[in-house]
């Protein structure tokens, strides 16, 4: 009896008050995450063990597993993307931090302006951006950059379509473009550094340089670890320019891993296969955001 | 929270959700599924509805679609054609996606040789059955065996067109090359060779003309080895005892050549940058004297530009000189016969996941028919300055006027004549493996021998390896 009572009173309360609205209103984003994010993972998790075709798939066990891992191509689109990575997410993360350091001097209409320039680029379509790229990069004399580097004495380049420059020229492009998030939010975090920190240093008569190492790095370590980690997730996942601006080649000097997963799902058909690949990158991705954590996130406080 | 702001809210949520559950649950079997179910209700001459995902196959096709369905309608009254218009660059992707979802539209515009891609997914729909034997006689028996794959009949032939190279006419005489008697007898390579020397121009250490632009960067990058291996002696991937045949001797032969043009200067050294509008901007403004891939449309592109040249108009291509384009055949090489690369494009019919009715099969073929015949198919012929394949669209074109030259009209029939013979004796397994190995290593390696990185007899090894990785020793020939 006293059971029931309780049972009664739980469900009455859970009417009664916010709690069963509550559960309504995630349901929306659970109702999301599972039908875009969950399922798709699902699925790509039980198609990597199926020769998957339209009309009904066959299980092959891991044979899609040994085929990526016997992949020679694989494991260079894999060296290409660490190459891609190490290359450009710490240019990026420090290209972001000076701009923040410079703009933050600025009077706040001014760091506005700013702001909203260097987002820009995140707004624009990457499509006609990389048309603009592939202007800049044209091969001929007549092209941009050519004509600029042509100043130095330097003949024409073959930007894209040499092995020696490809890769340099897609990394150029990443340096040169969308910071604009990382730029607002080191700003954010600069703005929230106490400036008692700052009193108290001009007393003790530091340093620009001394406030920098002392205060600034330090303040700013979690958002530099955030920032590290999404920035290394996203160039492990890149795709679009490698697709739009090389197609990974030539030879295949600028195929990722996203793209060569694209081609082998859109091209070829191999859909297991594909799975199994982008099941890997997912493998690598989240070892090394565990690696981040681990040795960059001890002393970081949340 | 009051009760009334509480109602709300979760009637909102709760449609959200519904709503994204719904999207995502319907629908998926496309219209095909619609139409076949349609179809499925047996008795007499139902509704039906067709579906087609076409692209801008000629500058006015995708302004003529109500009017294709109206009269499509017209001639069918029970039946809807509907068309989904689609660009270029996305067509693919677009047609890729639906069919791995296994919804694919019951029609779509591609090339003849993508049909062994789709062949072993079992997506794609034979129609031999379903077309009448009216239907099959009204098409040229050459084109309209490319879109047959093993005995299956898979969509009707739109258009057979020559891929070839084409030439700047004042540039040509310039140079001193007889384009007429080219045009007629074709050239070997080494003649190829020195007349494209001939026509670079240059002023100190720059070059201010090319002798011979291709396109072979981006969706072009497949198109300038695939034309020119035709005309070394082998006109498939495969020969007639179905052995890859990019391991003969000639094909080294070819890439050598290939290599040859590039470091004689009669091409550019960043040859592996230029797309299909970078070389055709080259065309247009004297950059080049001759230009691949060359198509007997690309006349008609050079005279609008011209019309815009003389009435001063902006939209001009900048910096760009008068041109008189002639089509020209492709040089033979290793002393092999020249055989033209034919393109034979067409309306492939698809299934869903769903097995389609005999009526609705029926009704598939009438569609593609419609498009690939009669008026429609003139039309577009017309504009693409390509010769019609069928009776009805022979009939349909009389009276109709055409600029094109009487010169490179005679040209293209020529090379119609020496084009390379379909093969649907190839299973779609071996074609599926071939384009793999294209992509894969032919293509990558061929960027990497224009850009000067590999050498021929390198590339030669690595697709040849390959190629017996993929075939085996005895799949491949071996001379």
Known sequence: MAREASTIKTKY?????????????????????????????????????????????????????????????????????????????????????????????????????????????????????????????????????????????????????????????????????????????????????????????????????????????????????????????????????????????????????????????????????????????????????????????????? | MKKRSRFAATALALVVSAGVVSACGSNNDGGNAAAGNTGSEGAGAKKDTITALLPPVSANFQANFNQMEAEFTKQYPNLTLKIEPASWEDMTQKLDTQVNAGSPPDIAFMGSEGISKYVPLGMVMDIKDAATPEMIADFDEGPLKYMYNGDGLYGFPAYMEVHAIGGNKPFLEEAGIDWKKVQQNGWTFDEFREAIKKGVVKEGNTTKRYGFVFATAGVTSKDYLGILVK???????????????????NYLTLLTNIRQMIDDGSMPKELSSIDAGKRWNMFLTGQTMITGKGMAVFENSSRLNNEKIDKNDGSAVKDSIKTDYVVLPVPSFAGQPAVANSIVDGYVTFRGKKEPTAEHKANVAKAAYFLASGQVAATTNGELFSAPITKSSRKAAEGMESKQSPENKAAVEHLLSTAAPARPDIPAELGAKAIKLETEVIVPKLQALLAGETTPEKMYEDVKKAAIDTFGADGVVQD
């Open chain 2, 231 to 249: 005309n070394a002696g082998m006109p498939a991937a495969f020969d007639k005892d179905l052995k890859y045949a990019y391991t003969s001797k």
């Open chain 1, 13 to 302: 309360r859970l009417n009664k008050g916010d709690g069963a609205w509550a559960y309504a209103f995630i349901a929306v984003a659970l109702v999301v995450y599972a039908m875009f994010t969950a399922y798709p993972v699902v699925s790509a998790f039980i198609i990597s063990f199926q020769d998957y075709k339209p009309l009904g798939s066959s299980y092959v066990g891991l044979d899609n597993y040994v085929s990526v891992f016997q992949s020679s191509l694989f494991w260079k689109s894999m060296g290409n993307t660490v190459l891609y990575t190490v290359l450009t997410v710490p240019v990026a993360l420090m290209l972001s931090f000076g701009v923040a350091i410079l703009i933050m001097p600025l009077k706040k209409w001014m760091q506005t302006s700013f702001k909203a320039i260097y987002y820009l680029p995140a707004v624009a379509s990457g499509v006609a951006l990389s048309v603009v790229w592939l202007w800049i990069f044209d091969p001929l004399q007549s092209g941009i950059l050519n004509q600029l580097v042509g100043v130095f004495g330097i003949s024409n380049q073959n930007w894209l379509g040499a092995s020696a420059t490809s890769m340099f020229s897609l990394v150029l492009m990443s340096w040169l473009s969308s910071h604009g998030t990382s730029i607002i939010i080191y700003v954010a975090a600069l703005l929230g550094i106490d400036s008692s920190y700052y009193e108290a240093a001009d007393i003790d008569g530091a340093s620009f340089l001394q406030k920098m190492w002392h205060i600034v790095l330090p303040c700013l370590k979690p958002t530099t670890l955030f920032l590290l980690v999404t920035g290394v997730i996203g160039s492990f996942q890149v795709f679009q320019n490698a697709y739009l601006m090389t197609g990974g080649g030539p030879d295949h000097s600028t195929t990722m891993v996203g793209l060569l997963i694209f081609d082998t799902a859109f091209k070829y058909f191999e859909f297991g296969n594909a799975a199994a690949q982008s099941l890997v990158l997912a493998l690598v991705i989240a070892v090394m955001a565990f690696i981040q954590f681990k040795f960059l996130g001890k002393d970081v406080e949340y």
